[in-house]
């Protein structure tokens, strides 16, 4: 998993240039789904998978509480 921080998950999004039809809460929930099955996989290491879903349960909650533009503005390079 090449991700690892709050703001990389944010960059990665805003770079994948999906407009309005796609919230980063949506990104956020399937991302954390992938990332839950990838646990199921036997040949990979776990520790990056378990830290991807905690820094996206994060930002959930950060989207929750903050709304997701400033969630976005928060972690914008």
Not at 15 to 37: A, C, P, R, T
């Amino acid at each position: 998993m090449g991700i690892t921080s709050t703001s990389e998950y944010v960059d990665f999004f805003i770079n994948l240039n999906m407009g309005e039809s796609v919230s980063l809460l949506s990104f956020i929930n399937n991302e954390k789904l992938v990332l839950k099955q990838k646990l199921e996989y036997k040949n990979l290491p776990k520790e990056p998978i378990k830290k991807g879903i905690e820094i996206l349960e994060q930002l959930a909650i950060e989207i929750s509480e903050d709304g997701e533009a400033k969630v976005i503005e928060k972690y914008q390079k």
